[in-house]
């Protein structure tokens, strides 16, 4: 009999949609053929997910649920938009997003926690796609926890409370009054929402990011046929441009469109007679990074067509 190891049991909940549990019993029942074990599930009625499992999920909602100096974000994808607007969807990623803020923000252990009213959040997503018809997935989740402070959640264009298509954390680390760090650490989300900066501090920008482009910048410069110290000059002034373009803390604030959003910070701080320190920020917009199907509806009909 094979082993029933951990990545197995992954492989089988990948392709069939059953919780974990599930997995492991018909694995234990077919001696590890994944494939007998796929059969098994279907016999047992716990595969209803397995045929929607290749399609592809871009679609759905961002769950964003924070308190006090902890915040949770997690993304939930389904196949359309229509599903996002379903009820049961949203209550769904509403709870499984304060499930994730339980557990840290680790997807892994948000799948398999439990969920409310019974079973597991990766069991309810299963019986979610049985009843709705659409494949669904959780594809990620993260948190931002301070000492002390505040972790502020914020949605843009909320479809409902705590849910949209752009949800973002920010953390703000501090001993001052909550009211006035959740007030600040709000406008700042919004910020984020709406310029989308890569990095927190210059610090934390991606080296690779930064070494190219400084290449490019470099190029451009030397172009211009000046001495190398002028190049120089000239490379470091646009790499501050730069810098203020993708960096959070050197951005100019959306709120009043001149103060940096580093100075803002400070202001405050002074206003509260105590350090704040913004600490961080996530911001997940829906569906970024996956590549959408295009779908060829007359090539599909005619498919069907040949089937039939």
Not at 119 to 137: P, Q
Not at 163 to 192: C, F, N, P, W, Y
Not at 272 to 298: C, H, I, M, N, P
Request: with cysteine; net charge neutral.
């Amino acid at each position: 009999m094979a082993e029933i190891t951990a990545s197995l049991v992954k492989e089988l909940r990948d392709k069939t949609g059953a919780g974990m549990m599930d997995c492991k019993k018909a694995l234990t029942e077919t001696s590890g053929d994944i494939e007998a074990a796929v059969d098994w599930l279907r016999k047992k009625g716990l595969a209803a997910a397995a045929k929607k499992a290749g399609r592809i999920a871009a679609e759905g909602l961002v769950a964003v649920a924070a308190s006090g100096p902890r915040g949770a974000v997690l993304e939930v994808n389904a196949e359309t938009d229509f599903v996002a607007r379903n009820d049961q969807f949203q209550a769904f990623a509403a709870a499984a997003a304060g499930v994730a803020l339980s557990v840290g923000g680790d997807l892994e252990k948000t799948k398999v926690a439990a969920f409310p009213g019974g079973g597991t959040v990766a069991d309810k997503l299963t019986n979610l796609v049985a009843t709705i018809g659409e494949n669904m997935s959780l594809r990620r989740s993260a948190s931002l926890a301070v000492p002390a402070g505040v972790v502020v959640s914020y949605i843009h264009n909320a479809v409902a409370p705590g849910l949209g298509k752009i949800g973002v954390l920010v953390a703000l680390e501090s001993t001052g009054a909550a009211d006035r760090l959740s007030a600040l650490g709000k406008q700042i989300a919004m910020h984020v929402a709406a310029a989308n900066p890569s990095a927190l501090d210059i610090g934390s920008v991606d080296p690779s990011a930064l070494e190219r482009e400084r290449a490019i910048l470099s190029e451009q410069a030397a172009a211009s046929g000046k001495p190398a110290q002028v190049i120089e000059k000239m490379v470091e002034g646009r790499l501050r441009k730069f810098y203020e373009e993708t960096v959070l803390l050197e951005q100019v604030f959306v709120v009043d469109g001149e103060s940096r959003v580093k100075d803002v910070v400070a202001g405050v701080a002074k206003e509260l007679g105590t350090s704040v320190k913004l600490a961080g920020f996530l911001r997940y917009a829906l569906g970024e990074g996956v590549e959408k199907k295009q779908e060829d509806f007359a090539a599909e009909v005619a498919a069907q067509l040949k089937r039939d």
